[in-house]
């Protein structure tokens, strides 16, 4: 529920803001909590551009299931480009299905939203694992194409470092179950390739 959504202090305007729309950054070797507003603020007169902060509004998209699945936006002014990313609040924080899309900083901002609505409807269609009966675990689908996140596992032990945490469908899987998942392949070869956040995979 958007009511759990962890909020922060903007250490320059004062405003509480959500946790997901906030940045650290270091002024005098202290890092300071800033809004995305203040912060795209000082990028633009840093890098000498026009750029007006625009809140977009969530929206809900169905995924392919027919499930609905809500939306928050942030809007990072990155110099000569901007980034938008939208994804899904889980415990009041960022969590499910994630999307960004990074376009020139001379586009209109509601272009790039545009663009990023359509990336995220075909996201949304595409269906990589499904629930097992038989083996009461998610198993991956016939097409054998897993598309996902690389999250962290939080809860994992944390002295050898913590464990991955995958993102699949919108769903978070845990490393030793991704395993179990891949034991339905034993014997199989694959290839694993490593995409940039802001990157449509193939
Ligand atoms: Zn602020």
New binding site residues.
Partial sequence: MDSDIKKEK??????V?PRYSTIYVSVDERYHC??L???NSRMADYSETDFEHVELDPIILKDFEDVDHKFHFTVRHLGDRVGIEAFEIKDGQRGGYEFSYIGDIEEEIFNLFAKLVERMLRGLHQKHIEWSETTNSWQITREDVVRGKISCDLESDEFYGHLPLIVIDGKEIKWEDFGQMLMTYEGFNFKLEIFDRSDEMP
């Fill in positions: 903007c250490a320059f305007c004062g405003e803001v800033s809004c507003k203040c912060y």
